[in-house]
């Protein structure tokens, strides 16, 4: 079955701390992982996308890597600043037996940077 | 400019009423999707339209239909509304092949009383 386990399952953080996301994967054949931010009462945004072979991607302060091997991903981010505060959700794209995708989402981990 | 917008963005109603809520989007995208978001905040798929053919289909009650008049559009009707039924949804699109980067509208939040 596929799934996509995320942790912690919440996280506070002072500002400008660093901290890192993971997230564990089952789903077969892998397509992609991609990484959202969703603020609160708004849809997710997409932060990186990554394929099988690409093993880091960055965008501004959120840097996401992946170990195919191992089915794990994590999300750092540099220097959190308030506006970090929100929901990250890791979705994992397969392939689909005659063509097509399909997205495994997990749980997201809530994040919150304080002062 | 919005992307995908989703009308309207609150509806409270009662139990065992018919409500639809409005997908569009402006991207050019050719697959538009509906996800529901319990009060754990996980998003599960419940639809995808691809030129106007339903290509996955999850295990949601038949009460619940969408409906694409056109590539830019996947309306979601709901009959004989359920207090379960409240969630927030939400409508997003992609192009099919590259379903992984989906975008995704502001989200309807469903109150059933």
């Not at chain 2, 919005?2 to 409500?19: C, I, R």
Request: proline share 4%; aromatic share 8%; hydrophobic share 30%.
């Amino acid at each position: 079955k596929n799934q996509v386990e995320q942790s912690p399952q919440s996280l506070i953080i002072l500002e400008g701390k660093n901290c890192t996301l993971q997230c564990n994967y089952t789903v077969s054949p892998f397509s992609n992982l991609r990484w959202y931010k969703q603020d609160t009462g708004r849809g997710p945004v997409s932060l990186t996308i990554m394929t099988f072979s690409e093993n880091t991607k960055s965008n501004g302060r959120y840097t996401a890597t992946l170990d195919a091997d191992t089915k794990q991903s994590s999300l750092h981010i540099t220097a959190s600043q308030l506006s970090d505060s929100a929901s990250y959700i890791c979705v994992v794209g397969s392939i689909l037996t005659g063509g097509g995708n399909k997205l495994t989402f997990g749980t997201g981990t809530q994040l919150k940077v304080e002062l | 400019d919005t992307a995908v917008s989703q009308t309207p963005k609150y509806l409270v109603t009662q139990m065992g009423n018919d409500k639809s809520i409005k997908c569009e989007q402006n991207l050019g995208h050719d697959t538009m999707y509906w996800y529901k978001q319990d009060s754990k905040k996980f998003l599960k798929i419940m639809f995808s339209y691809n030129n106007k053919e339903l290509i996955i289909n999850e295990t949601v009650p038949n009460r619940f239909s969408p409906k694409s008049p056109d590539k830019a559009h996947l309306n979601l009707h709901i009959n004989s509304l359920e207090l379960g039924d409240s969630a927030v949804y939400f409508c997003a699109s992609s192009q099919a092949h590259r379903a992984g980067e989906q975008y995704f509208g502001p989200g309807t939040r469903l109150t059933v009383t």
